[in-house]
Each structure stands twice: as structure tokens, then as C-alpha cells.
DNA sequence: GTCATTTGCTGACCCAGATCAAGAATTCTC
DNA sequence: GAGAATTCTTGATCTGGGTCAGCAAATGAC
């Protein structure tokens, strides 16, 4: 394993490259010992990173790892019978890709860069080996797969329930609290991907996102500029998504 | 845990409860040795049969089992913002309810019964403590939950891209593949959800449920009877859902 | 059995958002 | 940095499916 870890991990002499990781808390956030850290840290590979438009996997490949997001942004997706292109989900710093590989041994979606992105590659099998021997990190798998069913079926409410209004504050308050979480500003921040794809996901036209953005910005509940949001009425996005603001779970997609 | 077995448990002497199910190579689909199944069937409570509408969770109770549905169908649901119902799913025999409890220790929605249910409670505590020892069993828990992903993120699609005739014919195909796999006919079933409950999940009125069902009896896609739904046309309606026949994974959802 | 309630069907009308079109602003590329 | 290509915006028009309404059929309650 260790021969194919890259040039970073042979500079760091005793400490851990997951321990050091500023996304460790957040990627499989679990409360290991120092030393479990580094036998996760063993079979993980830092993978050089990935040009905008370039993918990490492709629908139809043989599943055997699971990626975390280092830097940059992914989009997974179907094609469609009609050749056309449906985004099931974008992946931030921190987030696990790929973990639908699990049940058919072969990735059900692909997954492509938006920007200059790098991953961590996680080998399936030797995740799953370890987490025999270390039992929090299996209760860890087992949560984060969980959070990704409650999140898939919130969105499943989103497309079948909302309206484009709703459906474009839902997303917006969803990236301000994913970024918040890993400590950037939950207010301000960049798109990193086209209207385009935005509504592709939504499940909405190019235009209506559009109008929908413009629109916000006219009302003042945002400020845009081009591909960077800042988010200026949280109260009234919040009652637009249709959330107590107490609630815990806000602006779930 | 023995304790708390129902008399069916106490009338089998050496054979276990799990083995002799009918479910077995669907519920956890696993290659388990005799012994262990052994196991896993020491940890599985049967309940006593859910009525018509009573409850099996309800979102916010304490999360501490997974469901294997026997016999009957549930559906799970959320009550948003407004107070109205959204249903994220239909389960059948064979298959599990309530792993997207895990990772916040409670259920984000809830479960009812549409019919008189039987199912068998696995209190997941043990069911994971149980995993560590046997790694097939593990792995099967991977592959569930990666299999449920997969499959939300089809549903994803079905209520993004798709129009109402694609709608409802990718949900007819979808619980006729289930049916199939159980050992029942796939042609010809009976729906236990309501024309109310099948739009709310598809993201569509009853009204217009209503119509396409009596317009694909009319093209002779399907006979239907109230309840009671033959599929009379399988190429046309595989057309409509927009799946090549020769694709392993026809009529998903 | 009878009455009440829920569930299903169908027609008439309407509107949110899709589609079409055409410029304006960005972003690639060399 | 000029030109091409893509992405974004905005307006005009169209339509799939939602809403409303009224009746029929099935189911439940007693």
C-alpha cells in the first residue's frame, strides 16, 4: 500500500496525514485514537489532482474506492436513455463520493470535476477490513451512508413538493450551511458550478434559475455577482424553503 | 434478547426462524453459514401484525431498529413545513425500513402500515455488534444501504426529468420487478397505496394519476380494476420509462 | 341492510414554468 | 488581447399538469 502513497506522505515523518488534515472532523468524523487515525491513514491515497471537466469515475466502472473531497467540487450524474446528462448530486471538501458503488461492484453514476479538484482515494475493501477491527470506524460508514439516504430523500420532497422559488432557496441555504460547516462563510461564496447545472439538478430550466436568481437579488434576499452569492436575508430565505428557524435541520435539500 | 421472542420462536426447536423464511435470500441476501444465521436470527424480535394505519415509527422517535417487512406494505413519510404528507417510499416483503435513523439516532420520517403488516424488528445495536463478528454480514449492510442510495438517486431523476405518463409507468414497472423478485407474478398485482399516495410520491395530483391509468388501459398498456393492475403491454411500457430491454436494470425508480 | 365517508373518475379552466429567440456577458483558446 | 465559444439574462409565447368542481363507486360504521 504505502509504495503507491505519493511524495507528500514520505515528507511527513511521524505524524499523520489524516491527522493534520483540515478536513478531518468532518470526512469520516469520528473519535479515533491517534492510532487508528494512522492505520486510516495507511490505506488512504492522495491522489494528484483533477482538471475541470476531467472525471474521477465513469458510470459503468468497476467500483472499489470511495473518494473524499480535499479541495474543489464534483458533480455526479446519469445519462439518461436520451443521452441526456442528470446531476444527482455535487460534492464539497469533506464529502464521500461514490459509496453507491457499494451494492453492484460498479459505480451507478459518474463523477467529474467543476474545478481543479483533489481527492483522497479510499480503497473499498480496505476500508471495510479495517473497520472490522475498528468498530467506531464502522459505526462511522454506517452514519454517513445513513445521512446520505435522509439527505437523498429530502431531496426527493424538493423535487416532487417545491416550487422553482422554493427549490432555488433550498439549494442556496443547503451550500451556505455545507460550507459554513467546514468553517468558511455561511453568507458569502462562489458557485462553482453553471446555471445550467443548477437546474439540471433542481429539475428546472436554465432560465426559470435565471429569472429566480434575479429576481432574489431584486427583493434583496441575496446579492449576486455573477457566480459569487452572498446570501443577505437569512429570515426570508429560511420561511421561503419553508423552515422554523429553531429547527435544526435548516434548509435541508 | 431470547426473552422477548414471540411463541412462534419457542415452537421451533432447532431450526431457526430466519432460515425457514421465505424472505431469506431477500431480507439480507447474504451467504451466511448456518451457525451465523443462527445468530442473526437470535437478535430478530417478530412483531405482532401492524393494523390498516397504525404507525411502525414516527418521525422523531428514538432510532434503535431496522424493520425487515414480512408480509403487507408500509409507506414512510414526512410531514413538512404546511403540515402535508410527503411519502418517500413504499417498502414490501423482504425489504428494510428505517436505516436512515442511523446517523442521527432518529427517525427523520415515519412509518405506517397501508395494510395489515408483519414485520421483523433488528435491534441495530446488536445487529451491529453482530456484523463485527461476521464480515459477510458487514458487507451485506454496506450493500443495502449502497443499494437504497443508488436506487433514491433514480427516484431523483424519475421526479426531475420525467413527465407524468413516464412517471407513472417507471413506478408501475418499478413494484413489478419487486413483485418478480419476491416469486409473485410480475404482470399482475394489486396496489395497496391509494391513487392519493402513489401521486404524492410521484409528484403529481391524484387527478392526473387518475387519468393516466385510464389512458394507458385505453392504449391497452395495462388492464386495470381498481386495485387490481395487470401489465398487458411490457415493451411499450418499458419504452416509456426509456430503458433499452437488454439493461440489467429495467423500470428503476 | 342503510347511510356516511372516503376514494376514484372526468370535464373545464388556469398558471407556473418550459420552450423559443435573441442579445449581453463571461470564459476559453491561441 | 482578439475572436470564438460558451454561459447568462431577458422577453414573448405555449403547454403539461395543477386546481376546482361534480358525480360515481367502493368501503366502512352501526
Redesign the interface.
Known sequence: MSMTHTQSRFNSTLTSQCQNCSLSALCLPIALADEDINRLDQIIERKKPLKKGEFLFRQGDTFDSVYAVRSGTLKTF?I???G?E?I??FYCPSELVG??????NVY??SAKALETTTVCEIPFSHL?EL??QI?SL??Q??????????D??????L???KNADEKVASFLLNLSNRFKKRGYSASSFRLSMSRGEIG????LAVETVSRVITRFQKNELIHVDGKEIEIVDFPEMQKLV???SDCGKIANI
Chains 1, 2 share one sequence.
Not at 439540471?200 to 429539475?203: A, S
Open positions: 446519469n439518461t436513455s436520451v441526456e442528470q444527482t448530486g459509496l453507491s458503488g457499494i451494492d453492484s451507478p453514476v471495510e473497520s472490522s468498530p464502522k459505526h460508514i454506517f452514519k454517513v451512508m445513513s445521512r446520505k439516504i435522509s437523498d430523500q429530502q431531496m426527493m420532497v423535487l416532487g413538493k439540471n439538478y433542481l429539475g419553508g423552515v422554523a
